[in-house]
């Protein structure tokens, strides 16, 4: 079988706003390598935007999931148990600032919106990763979404950054802790994307003009390109890896 191949494999993906979220392109890159997956919206509204979506990607379960939301969380983890009684990997695409903490400098960030931004964006994936651990019995592979501002203060990313720069180095304890089990974890860093969350950072335009102009590769990363990458990351291809974080933004990161 090819080492790309996912057949056979379940897994969890979350974070589709839409078909321009990056969560869409792994799913998408995913399931046409023969995963079976499991998707999340948020809410209502969310599901409006969502639910052709996942039948295109014959989505086997498709749950209401804000990491908010006392027990949210856990009835997801339950279904998919019920479902398959297993994972082989998930993706957490999720994060939130509240547009008062995002837009200033961080010194004025409040101690309640630092908390509860470190919370939807970081915390939440330690948390999906304990509700999984039981459930990938044969090992498996944990995968989140960070980008280069965790680890070079860029304009406007503001607090971003150091909640990203703990993601990461989440990252790497987790892969400590969890490597034995045969579960591997990764953040994948791709360069800016044109989409709902990335259009909340001030002059976002002007981030993606410069990716551009800057990149070794003259180009922004396309949702497949960044798919593909998380493809392999899940997959039997890259089962001798675990614990960095992965860049896909064109060469942008080695340009000093
Ligand atoms: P997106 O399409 O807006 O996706 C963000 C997702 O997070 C949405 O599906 C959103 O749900 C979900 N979310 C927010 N709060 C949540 C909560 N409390 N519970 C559950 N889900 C929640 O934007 P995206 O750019 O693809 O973002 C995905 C990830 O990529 C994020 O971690 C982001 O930081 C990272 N990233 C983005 C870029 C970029 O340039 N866009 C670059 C590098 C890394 P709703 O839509 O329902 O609110």
Redesign the pocket.
Known sequence: MSIFSLKGKKGLI?????N?????GCAKMIHEAGAEIAL????E??KK?TEDLAKSLDAKLFLE?????EG?LENVFSAIEKKWGKLDFFI?????SKAEDLHTSIINTSADGFAFAMD??CH?FLKMAKCATPLMKDGGAML?????GAEKAIENYNI?GPI?AALESSVRYMAKDLGEKGIRVFA???????????S??KD?NQ?LDSAKEKSPMKKLVTLEEIGNLAAFLVGPGSTGMTGQTIFVDAGYHIIG
Do not use: C, E, W
Not at 144 to 148: D, I, K, R, S
């Open positions: 979350t974070g589709i706003a839409n321009k979220s990056i969560a869409y999340t919206y948020q809410n509204k969310t935007y999931f804000d990491v908010t939301v949210s957490h695409a999720i994060a939130f939807v964006s939440s989140t979404l960070t980008y280069y971003m990203k994948v860093s791709p360069g800016p994307v044109d989409t709902r969350a990335g909340g950072i976002f981030l």
